[in-house]
């Protein structure tokens, strides 16, 4: 239905009847109640979250799930990282000025063996000493008589297992020892093979070195370990 107002607007009016309305209005509660309800459920339901999360179970369920386990006194001081960032430095420009051609391998034989007391670099030094010189030498024979055959490869792998079985090295040499073998055999140089192994141990040794000396002159303070106990 059409209306002119005086100002000539035109103006509708709805010709929905009272019932109609009443049903309207009805199903507009029915719905603001629903929806009242579910934002109740909602509230509770975040309200029950939180209070479980305050539960003391949920640290202890949290707790074996640590990605690996460490100790204070373990873990690298700036005096620690400071000495073994000096001790790699040193260590490539000793490789390099004695003409080594991949100088890296001091670097990387000092990190490994650099610990912070003497006597703890001294037993790693010899025993990695002994893994690099087993790993380059049969490294060196099967790249000699066999290139980069991979079940030669492997078989040579198991025999320093064995010699490091009968020379009672442990597992951390014979994965030293591994290493120096598979860069070896597997990385294609130009070189003889001979030379290449010479080179290999040459280099890990002057890392070793140069981290014995390192640890020598400046020896780090271990940490002491809180061991008080209540009692």
Same mark, same amino acid.
């Given at each position: 239905?059409?209306?002119?107002?005086?100002?000539?607007?035109?103006?509708?009016?709805?010709?929905?009847?009272?019932?109609?309305?009443?049903?309207?209005?009805?199903?507009?509660?029915?719905?603001?109640?629903?929806?009242?309800?579910?934002?109740?459920?909602?509230?509770?339901?975040?309200?029950?979250?939180?209070?479980?999360?305050?539960?003391?179970?949920?640290?202890?369920?949290?707790?074996?799930?640590?990605?690996?386990?460490?100790?204070?006194?373990?873990?690298?001081?700036?005096?620690?990282?400071?000495?073994?960032?000096?001790?790699?430095?040193?260590?490539?420009?000793?490789?390099?000025?004695?003409?080594?051609?991949?100088?890296?391998?001091? &670097? +990387?034989?000092? #990190?490994? !063996?650099?610990?912070?007391? $003497?006597?703890?670099?001294? @037993?790693?030094?010899?025993?990695?000493? /002994?893994?690099?010189?087993?790993?380059?030498?049969?490294?060196?024979?099967?790249?000699?008589?066999?290139?980069?055959?991979?079940?030669?490869?492997?078989? &040579? +792998?198991?025999? #320093?297992? !064995?010699?490091?079985?009968? $020379?009672?090295?442990?597992? @951390?040499?014979?994965?030293?020892?591994? /290493?120096?073998?598979?860069?070896?055999?597997?990385?294609?140089?130009?070189?003889?093979?001979?030379?290449?192994?010479?080179?290999?141990?040459?280099?890990?040794?002057?890392?070793?070195?140069?981290?014995?000396?390192?640890?020598?002159?400046?020896?780090?303070?271990?940490?002491?370990?809180?061991?008080?106990?209540?009692?």
């Amino acid at each position: 239905m059409r209306l002119i107002t005086k100002s000539g607007t035109i103006t509708r009016h709805s010709k929905t009847s009272p019932s109609k309305r009443a049903s309207v209005s009805h199903m507009r509660f029915r719905v603001r109640r629903c929806f009242g309800a579910f934002r109740f459920d909602v509230a509770a339901f975040v309200l029950a979250v939180a209070q479980a999360c305050q539960h003391t179970a949920v640290p202890e369920m949290i707790a074996p799930m640590k990605l690996w386990n460490w100790k204070k006194e373990n873990l690298p001081s700036a005096v620690h990282s400071i000495r073994t960032a000096g001790a790699a430095t040193v260590s490539v420009c000793v490789a390099r000025l004695i003409g080594m051609p991949e100088a890296y391998w001091a &670097a +990387i034989a000092t #990190l490994v !063996v650099m610990q912070s007391t $003497l006597g703890a670099t001294l @037993t790693s030094s010899i025993e990695r000493i /002994v893994a690099s010189a087993l790993g380059a030498s049969l490294g060196a024979v099967e790249s000699t008589y066999f290139g980069s055959n991979l079940i030669v490869f492997a078989v &040579a +792998i198991f025999l #320093l297992g !064995v010699l490091s079985f009968v $020379l009672r090295l442990e597992k @951390t040499g014979y994965r030293y020892a591994s /290493v120096t073998l598979t860069i070896i055999v597997l990385i294609r140089r130009t070189g003889a093979p001979w030379i290449i192994a010479a080179h290999r141990f040459i280099e890990v040794s002057v890392g070793i070195v140069v981290a014995l000396a390192v640890v020598a002159i400046w020896e780090e303070r271990q940490r002491l370990a809180d061991n008080t106990d209540v009692e």
